[in-house]
């Protein structure tokens, strides 16, 4: 089953903050998060693994609730590189495949 | 991570024909994935290929609309059959970084993608 993302669109200023959510109803191995830009392949960011944990490089973050089943990606001081669509993949089993979400539109302005 | 090369980049095919996608791994790779992007939308798995076994079909795709090859670790071939514009989408490889599972921090890396339209 397909996990849920909120919101499904978001339009920021450049330096403001965002964080994008990912909901799914089944127990989860692992979260990964990916960022699509138009016209272009989806690109990994991070993947974040059960036992619950929280990832970030530069100003990107994420986090993973194992028990509530969800994860959050957090965008800080956000820069116009950063428009794209964000889509979270779970994977319920190790080596098992992904099912990505929906996605989040992401438009930052300057 | 792993890089691969996927074609075509787009065509444009009639109605009824069929169009037979390349993908091109520079490392060898135990699972190849294909999957479908319908413009604006998320991945829709299509199916999971190994190497020299059957692929594995996800609910609502059929190997006759779909066969795929996977002749050795490096490459695999997806073929959109008897097309119709329903089938006009962006069709992405997917293998999983070889550096995984251990530590399993790495993602997966995606084909260029093709832009298939049907007329």
């Known amino acids: 089953q397909q996990p849920v993302q909120s919101p499904q669109a978001v339009i920021l200023r450049e330096g403001e903050d965002a964080v994008i959510n990912c909901s799914s109803s089944k127990a989860l191995y692992s979260v990964h998060w990916y960022r699509q830009k138009h016209g272009e392949a989806p690109v990994f960011l991070m993947i974040?693994?059960?036992?619950?944990e929280q990832k970030g490089h530069d100003k990107i973050s994420a986090s993973f609730n194992e028990k509530k089943q969800q994860s959050s990606l957090y965008l800080t001081a956000s820069q116009l590189s950063y428009s794209g669509t964000y889509f979270c993949?779970?994977?319920?089993?190790?080596?098992?495949?992904?099912?990505f979400g929906g996605g989040t539109r992401l438009m930052v302005k300057p | 991570s792993a890089v691969i090369s996927q074609k075509p980049s787009r065509d444009i095919c009639q109605r009824g024909t069929s169009l037979t996608i390349q993908c091109q791994v520079d490392s060898q790779v135990t699972m190849m994935f294909w999957y479908r992007q319908q413009p604006g939308q998320s991945l829709t798995l299509i199916a999971t290929a190994n190497q020299g076994s059957e692929a594995t079909y996800e609910s609502g795709f059929v190997i006759d609309k779909f066969p795929i090859s996977r002749p050795n670790l490096t490459f695999s071939t997806l073929t959109v059959s008897n097309m119709s514009p329903e089938d006009s989408s962006i069709y992405l490889c997917s293998v999983e970084d070889p550096r995984s599972p251990v530590p399993r921090n790495y993602g997966y890396t995606f084909g260029s993608g093709t832009r298939l339209t049907v007329v």
């Open positions: 974040l693994l059960k036992g619950g």
């Open positions: 993949g779970t994977e319920q089993l190790a080596g098992n495949m992904l099912t």
